[in-house]
């Protein structure tokens, strides 16, 4: 497969196993990323929390600008 | 002083006098809604600049200034929800963040066309595998357009479209469809099931 229609295979069908839902993502994201800043075993502590983050490029985005954001004012 | 709070965390002493100067009763809580609203708008800056694209400065900074007057509200209307599982900066930072991603999402599709009908063309474009690699290509991607058709219910059809192939912003199509991020990701997570167990069937997963 070309990597364009692997990518898209991957979207079409999602990450495996289970994951979290978007309002439970958010609600989750503040301590995932602390978790993630300290090192500190952060997908085994909030489990689904990276399956929902393939999945979903919004709450993705919002993960990536929080981690951006709290690691440039440490 | 706010005593709702969840007795699992020891909140540490920097959320612990956030909680207590946003209190209502506080005397320092209109310096204190000043000085978070600043960190609101310090956040939605920073995601404004990093996604704005083609956005000017002056309509960047009005959405991050819009960002940062809503997440406020949210913030102070959810205050009890802090369970001090992280700093509450850290907490308070995430509102700011979302309504400025969101906020840029909807303004770069302002006046894009969502195609909600693709029952007519092929559902799924192909990217032009290489002669060695055509069969299993064709043969993975005919199945999941067949499953697509097959298994799926129009509305799930037309989400998962929309936002695996076409790259329409689930916010966007929220917006579109008058529903919100969290409905249409379960609509997509009920179809991505459906094409899982339709593909394992045909043992292709």
Do not use: N
Request: net charge negative; aromatic share 6%.
């Amino acid at each position: 497969m070309t990597a364009f229609d692997r990518r898209l295979a991957g979207r079409l069908l999602g990450p495996e196993g289970p994951e979290l839902t978007c309002e439970q993502c958010f609600d989750q994201l503040d301590r995932y990323v602390e978790l993630e800043l300290s090192g500190d075993r952060a997908d085994e502590q909030v489990p689904g929390m990276r399956a929902h983050l393939e999945g979903c490029p919004a709450c993705d985005e919002d993960h990536a600008s929080l981690l951006a954001f709290v690691s440039a004012e440490r | 002083m706010l005593v709702t709070m969840s007795s699992v965390h020891l909140l540490d002493p920097e959320s612990q006098a956030w909680l207590d100067r946003l209190d209502p009763s506080s005397a320092e809580r209109d310096a204190a809604v000043a000085e978070l609203h600043a960190l609101l708008l310090k956040a939605a800056r920073f995601e404004v600049s990093r996604r704005r694209g083609s956005i000017g400065a002056a309509e960047g900074e009005d959405l991050a200034q819009q960002s940062a007057d809503d997440a406020l509200v949210a913030v102070l209307r959810r205050l009890r929800d802090f369970r001090g599982d992280s700093r509450f900066t850290t907490w308070a930072y995430k509102f700011a963040l979302l309504e400025a991603g969101v906020k840029v999402r909807r303004r770069a599709w302002q006046g894009r066309e969502v195609q909600l009908e693709p029952e007519s063309w092929a559902l799924i474009p192909r990217g032009g595998a290489t002669p060695h690699e055509e069969l299993e290509t064709a043969e993975l991607l005919a199945a999941l357009e067949e499953a697509m058709r097959r298994e799926l219910t129009p509305h799930q059809r037309r989400v998962l479209v929309a936002v695996a192939i076409q790259d329409v912003p689930i916010d966007v199509l929220a917006e579109r469809l008058d529903t919100t991020r969290g409905a249409l990701y379960k609509t997509i997570h009920a179809a991505r099931r459906k094409l899982r167990a339709a593909l394992a069937a045909r043992e292709m997963s």
